[in-house]
């Protein structure tokens, strides 16, 4: 009979003398108070238990223990705490079996690095990604796993964080025995038993040496990892603990636990842990419980730069495609646009050039006709951002498609409810905003009209899973969530730009940030004609009272100076380089501009440049969510993440207002409108939040 150790771990001896620790905390066995402490009473139970011989540690559902508990970060946690379950574990007089299946991530992988024995099932994966969360494995893991796999091993595994399947766990020597049964309680119990037979006892890991820790070794990946971390602190922290398994086990588990206290005072945790929870919590949405439609074929009208990206999404992620574009010769480019989408696979040999060939053959389709389009679960357009073009091809689409197909833009701006009227099935129509390269980046913005039917918003998120992509729920407005707000802050670095600041200093600035790279390096890599065109299209309606500051944006399109694409922007870019010293030309040109509209230059230090790039981010984006565009913060959270680059260690533009304080960026948003009160209009929200002495995560909850 099983005895209750807690709510969720139950004790149990076999007659010949295995102990069954097994846990049930659905659904990923994450190691909460309940877990540790049935895990606590169950050992001391254990070794006290004259009937057992040898333990084994078993998580029923679909995962051994998928690491500590998340939500319980930031609180106060009661005893036992995992870093004192693991010792005792480790520490058990008789033998210790960990039988790991699913994920055993984290503290799970701990549990099993503190156990004496390992085995786990040949697809499952193990892993210590506690560094995406801003912590070390600090039950532990940084002294444990470099005796099992090497220091070298350890500080990759630990740095990176990544799954490792158990089969290189295995090579790695983190684990003894694999097991391809599926049953992970029989193939333990098997172990247990084998190991009985031979005699076997505790083998405890922290007793073995670790040869390769050298302090050269720790030197080498401190300064690997300050190069690649971007301002992230985690990875440091790990190398650091990782550092103190050159020292006996227990001084190495004391450094380990004075790391893991660092840790847990640095803001950038608890930025991580939102980033972990808003990548799941941006799924729920009014939508969430309806069925999508059928997803199986997609056909893609245009094979431009997104329109190529897209069909190799879809079919990565199993889908049929068919792709049309205007004619033969477009046809050919597209079916080549995509093809090089592929390029660097078959390069890097993670696809061989038959598997390619094989998979467009099964999967893959073109046609200069729209008629191919009849039969397909989805369409999504990917033509020139121009409404009659839209409108053109949204009632030809109208006139082919099958019913009940969905219909979707892929427009970056335009309105998706006067796209959806020139149909007879507007309820069919929906927005889904992919971003370039769009078979890698991992946003993807899903435009809900106004007439859009509940279950054509569940097809769009669906489309998202099966693309592994982060969807986010938008609604119409122009340049919906990531690219409205983009735009006020490109205006804030334009009028900078215009009132003084050197354009370098401000990509300094925003890069100092986190930001892979600042605005007109961004500028430049898409492109300055797409924002002349886009400018130009609106000229006609711009608001008079509005500032124009653009004006040095146009010089540089009348020069030609379009970016990478000219070879010559901001930068330089001779010979097709990808990056470059900045175009020496352009300090005279600003000078010029700013003369013509008799502006004095005044200086802008990179604190003044960053206050006003953050004022404008959080009032625009506080506009964003107070007119309904955004579900809640937390969705500009992850579309700054998965579509703008915003550095993840600081969650997203509405975590990082809250974390400076809403009401400083209201009083700076209040100065900076003395000059200019019309850009500078505080967000209702914002000024409502302040008031009230509420956050933006108050509004995240519920
Ligand atoms: N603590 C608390 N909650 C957790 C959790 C953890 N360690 N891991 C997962 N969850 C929750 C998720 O938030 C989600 O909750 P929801 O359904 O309310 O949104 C639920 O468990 C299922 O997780 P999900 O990620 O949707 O399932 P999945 O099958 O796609 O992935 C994992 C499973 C385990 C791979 C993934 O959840 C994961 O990577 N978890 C974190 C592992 C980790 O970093 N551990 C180290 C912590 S120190
Ligand atoms: P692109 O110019 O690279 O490709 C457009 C393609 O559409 C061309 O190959 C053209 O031949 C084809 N086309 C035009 N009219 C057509 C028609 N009537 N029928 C069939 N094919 C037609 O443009 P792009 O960068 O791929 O942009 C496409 C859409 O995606 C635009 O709405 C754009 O705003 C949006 N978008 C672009 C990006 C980006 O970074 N480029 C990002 C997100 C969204």
Same mark, same amino acid.
């Given at each position: 009979?099983?005895?209750?150790?807690?709510?969720?771990?139950?004790?149990?001896?076999?007659?010949?003398?295995?102990?069954?620790?097994?846990?049930? +905390?659905?659904?990923? @066995?994450?190691?909460?108070?309940?877990?540790? /402490?049935?895990?606590? @009473?169950?050992? &001391?139970?254990?070794?006290?238990?004259?009937?057992?011989?040898?333990?084994?540690?078993?998580?029923?559902?679909?995962?051994?223990?998928?690491?500590?508990?998340?939500?319980?970060?930031?609180?106060?946690?009661?005893?036992?705490? =995992?870093?004192?379950?693991?010792?005792?574990?480790?520490?058990?007089?008789?033998?210790?079996?960990?039988?790991?299946?699913?994920?055993?991530?984290?503290?799970?992988?701990?549990?099993?690095?503190?156990?004496?024995?390992?085995?786990?099932? $040949?697809?499952? $994966?193990?892993?210590?990604?506690?560094?995406?969360?801003?912590?070390?494995?600090?039950?532990?893991?940084?002294?444990?796993?470099?005796?099992?796999?090497?220091?070298? @091993?350890?500080?990759?595994?630990?740095?990176?964080?990544?799954?490792?399947?158990?089969?290189?766990?295995?090579?790695?020597?983190?684990?003894?025995?694999?097991?391809?049964?599926?049953?992970?309680?029989?193939?333990?119990?098997?172990?247990?038993? !084998?190991?009985?037979?031979?005699?076997?006892?505790?083998?405890?890991?922290? !007793?073995?040496?670790?040869?390769?820790?050298?302090?050269?070794?720790?030197?080498?990946?401190?300064?690997?990892?300050?190069?690649?971390?971007?301002?992230?602190? *985690?990875?440091?922290?790990?190398?650091?603990?990782?550092?103190?398994?050159?020292?006996?086990?227990?001084?190495?588990?004391?450094? &380990?636990?004075?790391?893991?206290?660092?840790?847990? *005072?640095?803001?950038?945790?608890?930025?991580?842990?939102?980033?972990?929870?808003?990548?799941?919590?941006?799924?729920?949405?009014?939508?969430?419980?309806?069925?999508?439609?059928?997803?199986?074929?997609?056909?893609?009208?245009?094979?431009?730069?997104?329109?190529?990206?897209?069909?190799?999404?879809?079919?990565?992620?199993?889908?049929?495609?068919?792709?049309?574009?205007?004619?033969?010769?477009?046809?050919?480019?597209?079916?080549? +646009?995509?093809?090089?989408?592929?390029?660097?696979?078959?390069?890097?040999?993670?696809?061989?050039?038959?598997?390619?060939?094989?998979?467009?053959?099964?999967?893959?389709?073109?046609?200069?006709?729209?008629?191919?389009?009849?039969?397909?679960?989805?369409?999504?357009?990917?033509?020139?951002?121009?409404?009659?073009? $839209?409108?053109?091809?949204?009632?030809?689409?109208?006139?082919?498609?099958?019913?009940?197909?969905?219909?979707?833009? %892929?427009?970056?701006? =335009?309105?998706?409810?006067?796209?959806?009227?020139?149909?007879?099935?507007?309820?069919?129509?929906?927005?889904?905003?992919?971003? *370039?390269?769009?078979?890698?980046?991992?946003?993807?913005?899903?435009?809900?009209?106004?007439?859009?039917?509940?279950?054509?918003?569940?097809?769009?998120?669906? /489309?998202?899973?099966?693309?592994?992509?982060?969807?986010?729920?938008?609604?119409?407005?122009?340049?919906?969530?990531? %690219?409205?707000?983009?735009?006020?802050?490109?205006?804030?670095?334009?009028?900078?730009?215009?009132?003084?600041?050197?354009?370098? &200093?401000?990509?300094?600035?925003?890069? *100092?940030?986190?930001?892979?790279?600042?605005?007109?390096?961004?500028?430049?890599?898409?492109? /300055?004609?797409?924002?002349?065109?886009?400018?130009?299209?609106?000229?006609?309606?711009?608001?008079?009272?509005?500032?124009?500051?653009?004006?040095? /944006?146009?010089?540089?399109?009348? %020069?030609?100076?379009?970016?990478?694409?000219?070879?010559?922007?901001?930068?330089?870019?001779?010979?097709?380089?990808?990056?470059?010293?900045?175009?020496?030309?352009?300090?005279?040109?600003?000078?010029?501009?700013?003369?013509?509209?008799?502006?004095?230059?005044?200086?802008?230090?990179?604190?003044?440049?960053?206050?006003?790039?953050?004022?404008?981010?959080?009032?625009?984006?506080?506009?964003?969510?107070?007119?309904?565009?955004? =579900?809640?913060?937390?969705?500009?959270?992850?579309?700054?993440?998965?579509?703008?680059?915003?550095?993840?260690?600081?969650?997203?533009?509405?975590?990082?207002?809250?974390?400076?304080?809403?009401?400083?960026?209201? +009083?700076?948003?209040?100065?900076?409108?003395?000059?200019?009160?019309?850009?500078?209009?505080?967000?209702?929200?914002?000024?409502? =939040?302040?008031?009230?002495?509420?956050?933006?995560?108050?509004? @995240?909850?519920?």
């Amino acid at each position: 009979m099983a005895e209750q150790m807690s709510d969720v771990v139950t004790y149990e001896v076999t007659e010949d003398g295995v102990a069954i620790i097994r846990a049930d +905390n659905p659904p990923v @066995n994450a190691l909460g108070y309940q877990n540790r /402490l049935g895990l606590w @009473n169950a050992i &001391e139970k254990f070794d006290a238990d004259a009937t057992a011989k040898i333990a084994l540690v078993h998580c029923d559902g679909r995962t051994f223990f998928a690491g500590a508990d998340i939500s319980e970060f930031g609180g106060v946690r009661a005893d036992p705490l =995992l870093p004192q379950v693991c010792d005792r574990y480790e520490a058990a007089t008789k033998p210790v079996v960990a039988s790991m299946h699913g994920t055993s991530l984290g503290g799970g992988f701990e549990m099993g690095l503190a156990s004496h024995y390992r085995i786990a099932q $040949k697809k499952s $994966k193990v892993g210590l990604p506690e560094v995406h969360l801003g912590i070390i494995p600090g039950a532990g893991g940084t002294q444990r796993a470099p005796r099992v796999m090497g220091a070298a @091993n350890a500080l990759e595994a630990i740095t990176t964080g990544r799954h490792m399947s158990a089969v290189e766990a295995h090579e790695l020597g983190a684990i003894d025995r694999l097991d391809d049964s599926g049953d992970p309680l029989a193939a333990g119990l098997a172990y247990c038993r !084998e190991l009985l037979a031979e005699g076997a006892g505790p083998r405890r890991t922290g !007793e073995r040496p670790v040869p390769d820790a050298t302090p050269e070794l720790f030197a080498e990946w401190t300064e690997k990892v300050k190069k690649t971390a971007k301002g992230q602190n *985690s990875p440091l922290y790990c190398v650091e603990a990782v550092s103190a398994c050159m020292l006996p086990i227990a001084e190495g588990l004391e450094a &380990e636990r004075a790391v893991s206290a660092k840790t847990h *005072s640095d803001p950038q945790r608890p930025a991580l842990v939102h980033a972990f929870f808003g990548e799941r919590a941006v799924n729920k949405i009014p939508e969430a419980k309806v069925a999508p439609r059928k997803l199986e074929t997609v056909g893609i009208i245009g094979g431009g730069t997104m329109g190529a990206g897209i069909a190799a999404a879809a079919l990565n992620a199993g889908l049929s495609v068919v792709m049309v574009e205007m004619n033969a010769e477009a046809v050919a480019r597209g079916e080549k +646009n995509l093809r090089r989408n592929y390029a660097s696979s078959v390069a890097k040999g993670r696809m061989t050039q038959a598997a390619l060939d094989g998979m467009l053959e099964a999967k893959f389709s073109t046609s200069a006709s729209y008629d191919a389009l009849a039969d397909v679960d989805l369409v999504i357009e990917a033509v020139f951002e121009k409404m009659e073009v $839209k409108k053109e091809v949204f009632g030809k689409i109208d006139a082919i498609v099958r019913e009940g197909a969905v219909l979707a833009s %892929n427009t970056s701006y =335009l309105d998706v409810d006067e796209i959806a009227a020139c149909t007879k099935r507007p309820q069919d129509v929906i927005g889904l905003h992919f971003f *370039s390269p769009a078979h890698i980046m991992r946003l993807l913005e899903v435009v809900v009209g106004d007439k859009t039917a509940p279950d054509v918003v569940a097809t769009g998120f669906q /489309l998202a899973k099966m693309m592994k992509k982060v969807a986010v729920r938008a609604g119409v407005c122009d340049g919906f969530i990531g %690219n409205r707000i983009l735009g006020a802050y490109m205006k804030a670095a334009n009028m900078m730009v215009e009132d003084g600041a050197d354009p370098y &200093e401000v990509d300094a600035a925003v890069r *100092s940030f986190g930001y892979p790279m600042g605005p007109f390096q961004m500028g430049d890599l898409a492109g /300055l004609d797409i924002g002349y065109f886009n400018r130009r299209g609106k000229d006609a309606t711009r608001d008079p009272e509005t500032r124009y500051s653009e004006g040095f /944006l146009d010089r540089m399109y009348e %020069n030609g100076w379009l970016g990478q694409k000219t070879e010559k922007g901001f930068y330089d870019y001779a010979g097709g380089a990808r990056s470059g010293p900045p175009n020496p030309e352009i300090p005279a040109m600003i000078e010029a501009e700013r003369r013509k509209l008799g502006i004095n230059a005044k200086p802008f230090s990179r604190e003044d440049i960053l206050r006003r790039y953050i004022a404008a981010m959080t009032n625009e984006a506080a506009k964003v969510v107070g007119e309904g565009i955004a =579900l809640r913060p937390v969705d500009v959270d992850m579309t700054s993440l998965f579509g703008y680059g915003y550095p993840r260690w600081r969650g997203g533009p509405m975590h990082h207002a809250d974390a400076v304080g809403l009401d400083v960026i209201l +009083n700076d948003i209040r100065e900076f409108a003395k000059d200019d009160p019309k850009f500078w209009e505080p967000a209702p929200l914002l000024v409502k =939040l302040v008031e009230e002495g509420r956050s933006f995560a108050d509004l @995240n909850k519920g």
